[in-house]
């Protein structure tokens, strides 16, 4: 018997020659191609295979799949600790958040009532007719040295001399150096 031959039983006698010019196609179809890229298609087989097998056993590690009837007794009460723990969590932070906040507006207050202090200092010395700016920085350093536990004199800043004298203005271009920008002078180009 042949290939295509079904036993006689197709309808009619040009079937069996088409069937197997169909085949022969295919054959030589695919034999071209094997030929030609069949290192290729057996590299991208095994490329397949492979990550294949690497999907499927991360499917198979999933916790949920892992565990039992017995697993999902357990799952429900580590979600609450966890929960739990969670919320804990939180409340600490809120309260470091909260003793933060409190620090932040003590020391706002106590800077506030400096302020009122000094204004009212100044007030008094001006209704007495004294100088308030002199009073106000003996105040700050009376404060400054009160807060600081050592009682350092401060430094008087030595005399020092200026780097241009006082008549030097930049922008009129006199008593600046050697170094002047003069543009050049109008008219025709010299040359040839």
């Given amino acids: 018997m042949e290939l295509g031959d079904r036993g006689g039983a197709g309808p009619g006698p040009g079937k069996p020659a088409v069937e197997r010019e169909g085949l022969e196609l295919l054959q030589h179809t695919v034999g071209a191609l094997l030929s030609s890229y069949g290192w290729y298609v057996l590299l991208a087989c095994v490329a397949i295979y492979l990550i294949v ?21 357990i799952e429900p009460d580590m979600v609450v600790r966890r929960q739990e723990a969670l ?19 003590e020391k706002q207050r106590q800077l506030e009532e400096q302020k009122r202090r000094q204004k009212i200092e100044m007030w008094e010395s001006m209704q007495e007719g004294k100088s308030y700016k002199g009073n106000l920085k003996l105040s700050q350093q009376e404060a400054e040295s009160g807060a600081s536990a050592s009682s350092a004199v401060p430094k008087s800043k030595p005399n020092k001399k200026p780097l241009r004298g006082g008549g030097y203005n930049p922008l009129s271009g006199e008593g600046g150096g050697t170094c002047s920008w003069r543009p050049g002078r109008r008219g025709p180009s010299a040359g040839g």
């Fill in 87 to 105: 919320l804990a969590s939180r409340l600490r932070m809120q309260e470091e958040l909260n003793a933060q906040a409190e620090r932040y507006k």
């Fill in 53 to 73: 097998q690497k999907i499927s056993s991360r499917w198979g590690m999933r916790p949920s799949s892992q565990r039992g009837a017995a697993g999902a007794d």
